[in-house]
Each structure stands twice: as C-alpha cells, then as structure tokens.
C-alpha cells in the first residue's frame, strides 16, 4: 500500500513539474521573466532539484532581466556555473553548454564587482547600526544593556569597549554581593554583641 501511495505521490510531483515548466515557458514567450523564474523555482521543487533544462532556462530569463536589474548578475553566474556542472556534454546540446559557458565568462567580473557592493553595503549598514547601538547602550549603562550589544555585534569597532563596560558591571555585581553579605554578618554580630553586653 505504502509502494502505491509513494508512486502515486512521485506522479503528482512529475506532473506538477511539467505544469510549472510550461507555465514558465510561456511567461518566457510573453516576456515576464520574473514569472518564468518563479515557474522554473517551483519546478526544480517538484522534480527534487535543478536539472539542465530548469538551469538553462533561468540563466536565459535573468540574462534578458538584467537590464532592468543589475543584481541579476551574479544570479546568472551561480546559476550557469551549476548548469555547466550538471550537464553531460555528450547528450545535451553542445551549442547551449557553449552559450552558457560564454555567459558566464561575460557576466562573471559584473557579478564580482556586484557581491563586493552587496558585501559594502551590508557592512555600511552593519557599523552604522552598531554605532547607534553602542551609543544607546552607554547611555543606558547597564549590564543587560552590554549583554544585548555582545550577543547581537561581534568584532565590530566597539565591541572591545562594550566587552569591558560589561566586565566590569559583572565585577561590581559581584563585589556588592560579597561585600552586602558581609556588612550583614557584622551588623549581625554588632547587634548580638549589643544584647549581650550592654547594660540598659
């Protein structure tokens, strides 16, 4: 029973994946190529993966995207890298290996100079949020204040100085601690003292 449910469930996934490669096949034709990537998303799920075919096909969408979006470099890229990767020259058209080996060889410098701007603005943004975030936990001055910095942040340009703000807030919490339970115990044994020995 279990065989019949399992084929079955391999029936539906392979027909679903063929629904998903004509739709994309024919938001390609009607030039959305945002939707054709979709399409070809939701068709490597139901094949269990992405083959020659879905990997071709993406490569050509972003190539006619990019013009409109210059982050869809370094989408071509990964993605023909894994095309070439998956692709056995011998039975796959030798024209369109070549045509995607060319594509990727071309995009390749955009693509790098896009990730180390993708890479600096991420970093941009990083340090500027961790800079209003030191500010807000100096002001702050409280252990709970740095432990949040220090779990959020690490290797950042305040980092070291937040590390030592929180130490020594964990230092002084310490200290209290010995020391109140010592000024318990004398006042304790002053008291004592008192009942005992003096006279009223």
């Given at each position: 029973?279990?065989?019949?449910?399992?084929i079955?469930?391999?029936q539906?996934?392979?027909?679903?994946?063929?629904?998903?490669?004509?739709r994309a096949?024919?938001?390609?034709n009607?030039?959305?190529?945002?939707?054709?990537?979709d399409a070809?998303?939701?068709?490597?799920?139901?094949a269990?993966?992405?083959?020659?075919?879905?990997l071709?096909?993406?490569?050509?969408?972003?190539?006619?995207?990019?013009?409109?979006?210059s982050?869809?470099?370094?989408m071509?890229?990964?993605?023909?890298?894994?095309?070439?990767?998956?692709?056995?020259?011998?039975?796959?058209?030798a024209?369109?290996?070549?045509?995607?080996?060319?594509?990727?060889?071309?995009?390749?410098?955009?693509?790098?100079?896009?990730?180390?701007?993708?890479?600096?603005?991420?970093?941009f943004?990083?340090?500027?949020?961790?800079?209003?975030?030191?500010?807000?936990?100096?002001?702050?001055?409280?252990?709970?204040?740095?432990?949040i910095?220090?779990?959020?942040?690490?290797?950042t340009p305040?980092?070291?100085?937040?590390?030592?703000r929180?130490?020594?807030?964990?230092?002084?919490?310490?200290?209290?601690?010995?020391?109140?339970?010592?000024?318990?115990?004398?006042?304790?044994r002053?008291?004592?003292?008192?009942?005992?020995?003096?006279?009223?």
């Amino acid at each position: 029973m279990a065989l019949f449910s399992m084929i079955a469930a391999a029936q539906d996934n392979d027909s679903l994946a063929r629904a998903a490669f004509r739709r994309a096949d024919s938001a390609y034709n009607a030039h959305q190529y945002g939707i054709a990537l979709d399409a070809l998303t939701d068709a490597e799920t139901y094949a269990g993966g992405a083959n020659s075919r879905s990997l071709y096909q993406k490569v050509k969408a972003l190539e006619l995207l990019l013009p409109k979006d210059s982050t869809a470099a370094p989408m071509i890229v990964i993605a023909g890298r894994r095309f070439l990767a998956a692709t056995d020259t011998t039975i796959y058209p030798a024209a369109k290996y070549y045509e995607i080996a060319a594509a990727v060889a071309t995009y390749r410098p955009m693509a790098m100079y896009m990730m180390r701007q993708m890479a600096m603005d991420t970093v941009f943004k990083v340090y500027n949020g961790e800079a209003e975030d030191y500010y807000m936990a100096v002001r702050e001055d409280t252990k709970e204040g740095y432990k949040i910095f220090l779990d959020k942040y690490s290797f950042t340009p305040h980092y070291g100085d937040i590390r030592h703000r929180y130490d020594e807030k964990v230092e002084d919490e310490k200290w209290y601690h010995e020391h109140k339970d010592r000024s318990a115990r004398k006042r304790w044994r002053w008291s004592e003292f008192s009942y005992r020995y003096t006279d009223y």
